[in-house]
């Protein structure tokens, strides 16, 4: 079989080759080739890899059971990537307001400070009141049913919780006065 090299002349804008550089090749597709089963072989075997795995799939897309539960799928996919999208937004704009003047950078370093500051009071704080952690809890949890209730009997009356502190503080003034001034 004879071989033999083709060459075709290059475009005005590519690169000219001096003597002694390597010339960029591309190796031809020959018709002998893949008739002689040289590369027959290979090119047989991606088709018949493709061919399976297409079998596999046209059997189980058969299945009514198993298309149903893919469409469904797919059905499913749509609000889920729409999801996904506005809290990728959602995401972005919440650091894009906390990396601005450098305050992630700032919080980050507070919070470091505050944990080591943390570090020394616990123990103390543990040794001298070991149940202040849950009377905490019992304070927050009473403070939120007060409130609640505070709410429910101002509701009651028909006024609003601002309404009725800025009256009570109004009152209370003129006392604060005479105990403290």
Do not use: Y
């Not at 058969?62 to 059905?75: H, I, L, Y």
């Not at 889920?80 to 906390?98: E, F």
């Not at 009071?121 to 939120?144: C, N, Y």
Request: glycine share 8%; with cysteine; aromatic share 6%.
């Amino acid at each position: 079989m004879e071989r033999g090299i083709g060459s075709v002349r290059g475009s005005d804008k590519s690169k000219e080759i001096h003597e002694g550089e390597h010339v960029q090749s591309r190796p031809s597709v020959d018709l002998m080739d893949l008739v002689s089963g040289k590369r027959m072989n290979e090119f047989l075997a991606s088709i018949s890899g493709f061919v399976e795995s297409f079998r596999i799939l046209s059997r189980a897309f058969a299945d009514p059971r198993r298309s149903e539960a893919f469409v469904n799928t797919m059905d499913r996919i749509e609000p889920l990537v729409v999801n996904m999208n506005a809290m990728s937004l959602g995401v972005t704009k919440m650091t894009q307001a906390l990396n601005r003047d450098g305050r992630m950078e700032l919080m980050a370093g507070s919070l470091a400070n505050l944990t080591d500051e943390l570090k020394v009071i616990l123990p103390d704080l543990t040794r001298e009141a070991p149940h202040i952690g849950k009377q905490l809890g019992q304070f927050v949890t009473s403070m939120t049913i007060l409130a609640k209730e505070f709410e429910a009997q101002l509701l009651l009356f028909g006024r609003s919780p601002l309404s009725c502190c800025k009256q009570a503080g109004a009152r209370l003034r003129p006392s604060m006065k005479l105990l403290f001034f």
